[in-house]
């Protein structure tokens, strides 16, 4: 069994800021890589950001220069820093985790989602 709680969204006024965490536990050997996905009203889910266990990122366009991706390793976390947010930026946010388990299986993991709204 493997859980992935998201938190810390909320609503934000344009030019506001927001750190949203995604913890991983259960029975998990190695978490392999994550990643946050957004998905507004109306839209497909994208991808907004990932790192991997080498620590290497990528960022989509949208967020690049105001959303910043950490990992710590040791708790099994990943940090979504998020600054100068947009109206455009209002969406569910979810954490995803690519997983292998103490019985060797690798698996996606997806949190259940954490509101950000952004609006004046």
């Known amino acids: 069994q493997v859980q992935v709680v998201e938190s810390g969204g909320g609503l934000v006024q344009p030019g506001g800021s927001l750190r949203l965490s995604c913890v991983v536990s259960?029975?998990?050997?190695?978490?392999?890589?994550m990643g946050w996905y957004r998905q507004a009203p109306g839209k497909q889910r994208e991808l907004v950001t990932s790192?991997?266990?080498?620590?290497?990122?990528n960022y989509a366009d949208s967020v690049k220069g105001r959303f910043t991706l950490s990992r710590d390793n040791a708790k099994n976390t990943v940090y979504l820093q998020m600054n100068d947010l947009k109206p455009e930026d209002t969406a569910v946010y979810y954490c995803?985790?690519?997983?292998?388990?103490?019985?060797?299986?690798?698996?996606?993991?997806w949190g259940q989602g954490t509101q950000v709204t952004v609006s004046s």
């Open positions: 995803s985790v690519n997983c292998l388990t103490i019985e060797l299986s690798r698996n996606d993991y």
């Open positions: 259960g029975s998990i050997f190695s978490v392999l890589a």
């Open positions: 790192i991997n266990s080498d620590g290497i990122t």
